[in-house]
């Protein structure tokens, strides 16, 4: 187990600068989610801690020792890939044991660690198997077990589950957890998957074009953005932002109405801002709240419980998620904005405009 | 799909032709090298003799040190196939795995090169190996036969090392393993049917070369098969059924390699087409 500093690094692909400057200081033990839009420089990241990608400028530090010129064999990390990069003509047993058998361990350690990685993953029925025999969650299990077997000072995981249908990954997405949390091993694990990160990650680092956006707990970062991008980006559906103009008063939006926001952000008059709601926080119906305004609802979605409304609120698109209510697309029903659950984000730079 | 009677009839006449087509001249050849001398001849041509004997095998021993080009046979081919082989699957590796910026000219190169005339550069190569002292060698003929075989050699590898995914590499190294291990010990088995077709078609075009041998042996106890078996059209007259003998013994390897190999052949030829 190991601490992982990553100090201002940065990555040219010839001129091109994909990463500007990031800094993630990574505890023993724990479990860190990068996650971001495709494009966002995760994976080359996560493949610069591994020694697959050269770091071009910034220092990587794993346990306090500078890797930046160690070849990945002696970072002592393992790495799950999303394509699982199984060896298609070994068995199950051999591709988990390729690394000790690399490393010139004994036939018989090699084994043991084998079974030992086996059966803390359920496998051992399938050890004298070839990949092509197993099942895409098995696969990914293997892949999960190669990483095990070696006892590495961090887990790197480059969106792992990607490949699996949606009901596997939310298996494997709890295995994954409870796996760390028996051995307790520094892991890094790199998503486009919001759910993912949100449901893992003892800390989450929201990254986009090449920038750390913002790094927290799950439940901080979704309840604290710090700008537009990471509002919008964590939690599902997104959050809704009306644009309005701010006032002495509250918020104007659309024609001249007035949104009292209750000194969420006290800005100065006159600046244009984006309003953030989350679609769970539109109250909808008749007896919403004190005062109601007009949503014209275009698209009905039920998902069970709760129906998702998509319509024009203030002349601007708006997702409202409600509990379960008969409304049919070409109503008009009134909606609440509370104030405590309003956002303000600048519409220029995107930063919020904290709460005072 | 049910084919009917006539369907199935006139498939099986049309692989029957083309068989017969492809199967008669090596029937042929046997049949010669089957008859003795006076028949050979005769018209009409006899399919079957009673007269059929080795006679034509002994007197071919006799003649021709038939045992000596064969060797010599065996020794460039196999020479030239281990060669190759190996260079090109280290040059296909390096052009699959490493960014190679002249990479599509290198390519062009290699199918430009296989697009030059043999007969083009006999004269050049002839002059070069003469002048350092490398005629009747099995090095040099080895070396020269190397220089045509490979570039259809890494042609064909890379595109057998290119579906091979470059994940499988990584995951290597994240094992631990060093570059020449990821190559031995996990590309290199994902692609032995490309090997084998590799070397099985280096062998055999090593093993019918005529002309190189032809032009860069001098001394007889050097002469590859095809031009020993060359040497057996006298001036005079030709012993057509000790030639026919000859060639009989030729196509021995070659028919066997194809037997054992076979099914890899079939798989290396797919492999390349379907992602496999």
Redesign the interface.
């Known amino acids: 187990m190991a601490s992982v500093e990553i100090g201002s690094v940065k990555k040219y692909y010839g001129d091109i600068e994909v990463l500007h400057g990031v800094s993630i200081d990574i505890a023993d033990g724990e479990f860190v989610v990068l996650v971001g839009p495709s494009g966002c420089g995760k994976s080359t990241l996560l493949r610069m801690i591994?020694g697959?990608e050269e770091i071009s400028e910034g220092d990587i530090l794993i346990n306090g020792l500078l890797v930046n010129d160690l070849?990945?064999?002696k970072r002592n990390?393992?790495?799950v890939?999303?394509?699982y990069?199984?060896?298609?003509?070994m068995t199950v047993a051999e591709n988990m044991g390729?690394?000790l058998r690399?490393?010139k361990q004994p036939k018989k350690l090699i084994d043991q660690e084998v079974r030992r990685a086996a059966e803390i993953l359920d496998l051992q029925a399938y050890l004298d198997r070839y990949p092509r025999h197993l099942s895409g969650g098995q696969r990914q299990r293997v892949a999960m077990g190669?990483a095990i077997v070696?006892n590495p000072k961090v887990f790197l995981f480059d969106e792992p589950l990607s490949n699996l249908d949606a009901k596997l990954r939310g298996q494997m997405r709890a295995e994954l957890k409870s796996l760390h949390q028996r051995l307790g091993t520094t892991t890094i694990y790199v998503t486009h998957d919001q759910t993912e990160a949100m449901t893992l990650a003892d800390r989450m680092v929201v990254m986009k074009d090449g920038n750390v956006e913002q790094i927290g707990s799950p439940m901080d970062v979704f309840r604290n953005p710090a700008n537009q991008f990471v509002a919008g980006f964590i939690g599902s559906p997104p959050m809704n932002f009306i644009a309005g103009k701010a006032t002495e008063e509250g918020i104007s939006v659309g024609d001249g109405e007035m949104i009292a926001t209750d000194g969420v952000g006290r800005t100065t008059s006159d600046r244009p801002v984006y309003l953030g709601v989350r679609p769970k926080h539109l109250l909808v119906g008749s007896s919403a709240g004190p005062v109601n305004f007009p949503f014209h609802v275009e698209l009905v979605e039920p998902t069970g419980d709760e129906v998702e409304l998509t319509g024009r609120l203030f002349g601007q698109r708006v997702t409202a998620i409600t509990p379960a209510m008969y409304v049919r697309s070409g109503e008009t029903v009134p909606v609440a904005l509370p104030p405590q659950s309003l956002f303000l984000f600048d519409r220029v730079s995107g930063e919020r405009i904290a709460p005072l | 799909m049910q084919e009917s009677p006539g369907i199935r009839l006139l498939r099986w006449i049309v692989l029957f032709a083309a068989l017969i087509i492809m199967l008669f001249p090596i029937y042929w050849m046997v049949n010669t090298a089957l008859k003795p001398s006076t028949q050979v001849f005769e018209s009409p041509p006899t399919f079957f003799s009673t007269a059929w004997s080795l006679d034509a095998f002994f007197a071919l021993f006799e003649s021709r040190p038939i045992g000596r080009y064969f060797l010599n046979s065996l020794v460039v081919a196999g020479g030239t196939t281990v060669l190759s082989v190996v260079l090109a699957s280290f040059a296909a590796y390096g052009l699959t795995r490493f960014p190679v910026r002249i990479e599509p000219l290198i390519i062009l190169a290699l199918l430009f090169i296989k697009m030059l005339p043999e007969a083009l550069l006999v004269v050049p190569f002839y002059q070069l190996i003469a002048d350092v002292r490398m005629l009747n060698s099995y090095l040099s003929l080895v070396l020269v036969y190397s220089s045509f075989a490979l570039p259809f050699a890494i042609w064909m590898l890379i595109g057998f090392f290119r579906v091979i995914p470059r994940d499988l590499d990584e995951a290597g190294i994240m094992d631990g393993a060093s570059r020449l291990q990821t190559f031995w010990l996990v590309v290199l088995p994902l692609a032995r049917p490309g090997l084998v077709a590799v070397a099985m078609f280096t062998f055999l075009t090593a093993w019918n070369a005529y002309l190189w041998s032809l032009v860069l042996t001098t001394d007889p106890s050097m002469y590859v098969l095809p031009v020993g078996i060359a040497t057996l059209k006298g001036e005079y007259q030709v012993h057509w059924n000790e030639l026919m003998a000859a060639a009989v013994i030729a196509i021995v390897p070659v028919l066997a390699i194809y037997t054992v190999l076979e099914r890899y052949l079939v798989a290396g030829i797919t492999a390349g087409a379907v992602k496999g």
């Open positions: 591994a697959l070849p990945p064999k990390l393992a790495m890939f999303q394509s990069a199984l060896y298609p003509h390729f690394s690399l490393a190669r070696r």
